[in-house]
Each structure stands twice: as structure tokens, then as C-alpha cells.
């Protein structure tokens, strides 16, 4: 029989070891918990809130533990019933910018999560997760359209040399159109028809040179569209930035959108990053001869300096931002630095390369909601979302020269201001604003029958196997037994260092992979037997049995390993949360059914050199 290196136990207890501990914060159940952030990104949680909060849950006397972290309050509770009472509670007595939203927060040693283990996500099924409704306000939409046209038309009219009184977009998000005369009006008419065929023909207009546009319902179809289109792809981007797996961004109805967010440990940034409409706007600075109409007072964002005016017309948007990373300038302070699509950069070049000597407003366009308490038909009082923007001027700096598709923006008041204002750049900005209609934790009751179940499955499976290959095969039964138990801590501790989420067709991965590491230590223990039955010495019998025995293990797991290669590249879903633990329980099988398992026999039988029979 072939000596076991000395190097295959270290590297065998090498591995364990780390499998342990990486696996340990598994043990640590989280603590139910509220968590209360500002809604700004200026804004962090700091004593003044934490001891609003302490006082609203004293005064109530719930017995909570009010923790200050950098970004927000969390107060953590003893069981799931308090959370939800404290949630409402808070809701009711902290209603304006803050977030309230539900958590768990993790008991994990501080040694652990310094070495950066930390327990394995669970998924909506089990755990739990978020569960957002979000409504698409696609009247804003609309009306950011026309604003569009609006400006288009404006220019075309000066460019056609026709003369007009009045141009505004109407609350019913209609163009209202007076000229000075019904020479003029005729002359736009017909330049209306020959180039905006997204309006209702005829036009309607009345004996006052007027004009009013309406879009035709086509075209209303396609905006609306086109904005739950891209609030999806931006919500989608949004996610991936949070380092979510497996979540769920799909359209719900004609104007809805579902969001899930399984194992996600911070639900108040996740709220805040997923409904934040935050996008930039670039403006030049109003000149004195620059019409009332055609300019508007901002307040700077620092809330110091004095309002300055803009120029109403858009240069352009932050939907134009290719790439935008946050950094720091040469004096420590935050700054993003962005680069532009083609098309931006054409049109900031163009902008400012007549415009050097004047100044390039920075308008960071925020939308907001707010509860209000309404009186309903019964005359109860009702919590009702009520959105609204804030438009603040982030910079207003001379032009120097003309710019191009990459630049910088400064005068972010925070790091973390520049960090959220990069990530909601880079996944791009929502074409439409959007309430929250409903918020749900999927929650702890359902997502503890399900682990419960799933977890005694396991067990039960596990039980019956270990009889059953302790009875039949004895000390290799032993050694088989172990490599079980060293294989799930190992899949464990991959999992949970990987972030992967484990949902319940994950769990039906594990059973399998259970499965296929007790066929594999079948092969190779009907081997020895085999060769024992031939006559062979039992020390080669070994030494055959798991030689014979290994191509037909690799065989058979290299082609399922590619098997769940190809679920996890294009599966979706649960079929992704299977493919996910088979993939890694194959691995740590070979491991440990074959590695494993050989690293035992030799410790045992492996310095007997008048071995007369095997205990198998």
C-alpha cells in the first residue's frame, strides 16, 4: 500500500480547519431588528436621532437595544412580534426623511467578521428577504417629454423664423401654442404636421392663434412603455449593484414593478438606493437679458451660498453618463468622476465650446416621497405617499475651455454622498419616478418552516445514510461517515464566503450532492471488496479499490459538474439556487470522498504491515 504523503494530512486538516471557521458564523442566529435612516445621502444617523428613537421606544415600554452605526439607528429586539410593533410605532412618530424599514441584524463575533467569514444568505423562501411593489408615475414621463419637445420646438420656431407669444406644457401634459398672428399659426401648423407625427391630427386650435398638442394614444402607449422598459434595466443595474444573487426585477401589470431582494442584510439602503430618482442635470448659469420665462432660481445643495439662476434648457442628463466613479481631488475633498456616451459628449462639447467664460450649473434633481396623514371616508387617519422633487445646485463653475466626454464634478458634501451619487449614475437614472405601493418582509414565520422542514430533511437523509454505510461497511463506513459531515461544512463555508444564497431547491442541490458523495465512497469500497474477494493482500486491495474506482468517480462528476455549469449560466431562479450547491457540492465531494476518506483508511490500516483482513 502507497505511503500518504505527510503533505495530503496538512493540506486535508489545512482545509478542515478553514471549513470550520468559515462555517461558524452559520451558528450565530440574527437579532430581529428595526433600522431608521435619513433619507438624504448629506445626512447620517447620529445621537440626536438615536436618542429620538430611544425615547419613543421607552416611553412605550418596549425593551429594545438602540445601536448608532454610521449611516443609521438600528434597534434591535428579542423576537419578531416587537419588531413589527416598533416598526409601526417609529413609522408613526418619525414620519418625514427618515427610512423605517425591517432587518436583521447579524450576531456575529467581531474575530469572524474581522477575518471576513460571515454566515450564508438565505433566500426569500427561507429566510426571507424584501418584497417591494413600486408604482411608475408615468404622467411625470409624459410631461418630461413634452418638456423635450417643447424646448425642440422652440428652437425649430426660431430657426423657421415664427413668431409666438406663449409656449408652455399644460398640466394635462398638452403644448400650449399662442402666436402673434393666424399668418404665424398657419405657418407652425404645417411645420408641426410635417415633422412631429406624435401628435393627434388635425391639430386642435382654436380663433385665438392658438395651438394645443396633444399626444396621440400610440405615442402614449410607447412612453409609458419605454419608461417601465428602463426603470426595469435601471432597477436591474441598481441590484447588481448591491451584490444581490437571485433577485427578482419584473414587470407586475401595466405601470408596476416587484422587486425582491433575498438574504439582503441592509433593507433601508436597498429602499433608498432602489427608489431614489437622483440623477444630474447640466444648466448654464441665466444671463441678466436671459427672459423670466426661460430661467429658474435654484438653492445651492450645501445650503450656504446664495440661489443662483439656470437657464431652463437642459445641456444634458445624467441618462447621457457612461461610466462615473467616485474619488477625491487634490485637496481630500469628494468628487465623481464622470465620463460620457458619444452623444453627451457632442452635446457638452458643443455647449460649451460658444460658452467659455460663462458658468456650468450642476443641478442634482432628487425625488422624494413623504407621508401625510389623510382623513378617509370613515374619518380615520390614513398614512398616503406623497412625492415631490428637489432640484439643488451641486456646482457653478466658470468654463475654461470646452469640455469633453470626461470631466468631474465637485461639491459633494460627504464620501459617502459621492459614492451614491456615482452608483445611481453608473446604473443609470429612472426614466420615470416611483412610489412605494407595497413594502413586505418575507418573513421570519414561513422562512422558519421552511428551514425547519428543510433542515430535518437533511437530517433524516443524513441519519439513515450514515446507518445504514456504518452497518454495511464498518470502519470505511466510519471514514465515509466522516467525509459526509467534512463535506457539508466545507459546501457550507464555500457558500457562505462566496456570498451565495441558499434557497430551497438549494437544498434539494445538497441532498443530491449527499447522494452523490455516498455512490462515490460505494464505488470505491465494492472495489476493495472486490479485489479482497480475488485474493489480493488487504493493503492492495486498498491501494486498487480507489484506483480503479477514481475514473469512474471523475467521469461521472465532471459530466453533472458541467451539467450544473450550464443551469447556473442560463438557468434563472430556484434552478439557479440548485445549480449553484450542486456545482460546489460536487467539488468538495471529490474532496472529501475520495481524499478524504483515503487519508483515514491509511491512518488506520496504513502502518499495519501483517494486516490479515479489513474491517469492510
Avoid: C
Amino acid at each position: 500500500m502507497k505511503r500518504y504523503g505527510l503533505w495530503r494530512y496538512l493540506l486535508i486538516l489545512f482545509v478542515l480547519g478553514l471549513g470550520i471557521i468559515y462555517s461558524l458564523p452559520n451558528l450565530y442566529a440574527p437579532d430581529p431588528a428595526v433600522q431608521i435612516s435619513y433619507t438624504s445621502s448629506s445626512q447620517t444617523a447620529d445621537e440626536f436621532l438615536s436618542e429620538r428613537v430611544a425615547d419613543i421606544i421607552k416611553n412605550e415600554g418596549f425593551d429594545a437595544k438602540i445601536q448608532l452605526d454610521n449611516d443609521y439607528v438600528l434597534v434591535r429586539t428579542d423576537t419578531y412580534q416587537n419588531q413589527l410593533k416598533i416598526k409601526e410605532l417609529l413609522s408613526s412618530k418619525l414620519i418625514n426623511d427618515v427610512v423605517i424599514a425591517l432587518n436583521l441584524a447579524p450576531t456575529t463575533p467581531k474575530w469572524l467578521v474581522d477575518i471576513g467569514a460571515n454566515p450564508m444568505k438565505l433566500g426569500l423562501d427561507l429566510r426571507g428577504g424584501v418584497h417591494f411593489l413600486m408604482q411608475v408615475d408615468t404622467e411625470t414621463a409624459l410631461r418630461n417629454r413634452q418638456d423635450g419637445t417643447l424646448q425642440d420646438l422652440r428652437i425649430r420656431f426660431r430657426e423657421e423664423n415664427i413668431r409666438y407669444n406663449q409656449a408652455s406644457v399644460e398640466e394635462d401634459s398638452s403644448i400650449f401654442l399662442k402666436f402673434n398672428n393666424l399668418q404665424a399659426k398657419e405657418k407652425a401648423e404645417e411645420f408641426i404636421i410635417d415633422n412631429y407625427a406624435q401628435f393627434n391630427f388635425p391639430l386642435t386650435s382654436n380663433g385665438e392663434n392658438i395651438i394645443q398638442l396633444y399626444l396621440s394614444d400610440a405615442e402614449i402607449d410607447q412612453i409609458e412603455s419605454d419608461a417601465i422598459d428602463q426603470n426595469l434595466t435601471t432597477l436591474r443595474n441598481r441590484v447588481n449593484e448591491l451584490g444581490v444573487s437571485e433577485p427578482i426585477v419584473q414587470r407586475q401589470g401595466k405601470k408596476r414593478i416587484v422587486v425582491q431582494l433575498p438574504g439582503i442584510q441592509d433593507t433601508a439602503a436597498a429602499k433608498n438606493i432602489l427608489g431614489k430618482t437622483a440623477t444630474l442635470e447640466f444648466h448654464l448659469e441665466a444671463q441678466m437679458d436671459t427672459p423670466r420665462s426661460r430661467k429658474t432660481s435654484y438653492p445651492y445643495r450645501n445650503g450656504i451660498s446664495a440661489p443662483a439662476f439656470l437657464q431652463d434648457s437642459i445641456i444634458l442628463g445624467g441618462d447621457q453618463v457612461a461610466t462615473a466613479q467616485a474619488s477625491f481631488d487634490e485637496n481630500g475633498l469628494p468628487q465623481v468622476n464622470i465620463t460620457l456616451d458619444g452623444e453627451g459628449g457632442s452635446k457638452m462639447h458643443r455647449a460649451t465650446r460658444g460658452n467659455i467664460g460663462k458658468r456650468l450649473g450642476v443641478l442634482f434633481v432628487e425625488q422624494k416621497t413623504k407621508t401625510i396623514y389623510e382623513k378617509d371616508e370613515s374619518g380615520q387617519q390614513v398614512p398616503v405617499q406623497q412625492s415631490y422633487e428637489v432640484k439643488e445646485i451641486i456646482s457653478l463653475a466658470t468654463i475654461r475651455a470646452a469640455l469633453g466626454t470626461t470631466f468631474r464634478i465637485t461639491g459633494l458634501d460627504s464620501p459617502s454622498e459621492s459614492s451614491e451619487l456615482a452608483l445611481l449614475l453608473r446604473a443609470g437614472a429612472l426614466a420615470a419616478p416611483m412610489t412605494f405601493v407595497e413594502e413586505r418582509t418575507v418573513g421570519p414565520s414561513l422562512g422558519a418552516d421552511n428551514i425547519k422542514a428543510g433542515v430535518f430533511s437533511m437530517q433524516l437523509g443524513l441519519f439513515l445514510v450514515l446507518s445504514f454505510i456504518l452497518f454495511y461497511y464498518r470502519i470505511f463506513g466510519v471514514a465515509a461517515s466522516l467525509a459526509l459531515t467534512f463535506n457539508i461544512v466545507l459546501l457550507v463555508a464555500i457558500m457562505s464566503t462566496l456570498s451565495a444564497t441558499l434557497t430551497l431547491p438549494g437544498i434539494a442541490g445538497i441532498v443530491l450532492t449527499v447522494g452523490m458523495a455516498v455512490d462515490a465512497n460505494v464505488l470505491i469500497f465494492s472495489r476493495i471488496r472486490e479485489e479482497l474477494n480475488r485474493g489480493r493482500a488487504p493493503l492492495d486491495a486498498i491501494d486498487a479499490g480507489y484506483n480503479r474506482a477514481f475514473l469512474t468517480i471523475w467521469d461521472a462528476n465532471v459530466t453533472t459538474l458541467i451539467v450544473a455549469v450550464i443551469l447556473l449560466s442560463y438557468g434563472t431562479g430556484p434552478v439557479k439556487g440548485f445549480a449553484i450547491t450542486l456545482s460546489i457540492g460536487i467539488i468538495t465531494s471529490m474532496f472529501t470522498a475520495i481524499m478524504g476518506t483515503r487519508a483515514f483508511v491509511n491512518l488506520i490500516y496504513g502502518s499495519k504491515k501483517n494486516l490479515e483482513g479489513l474491517s469492510i
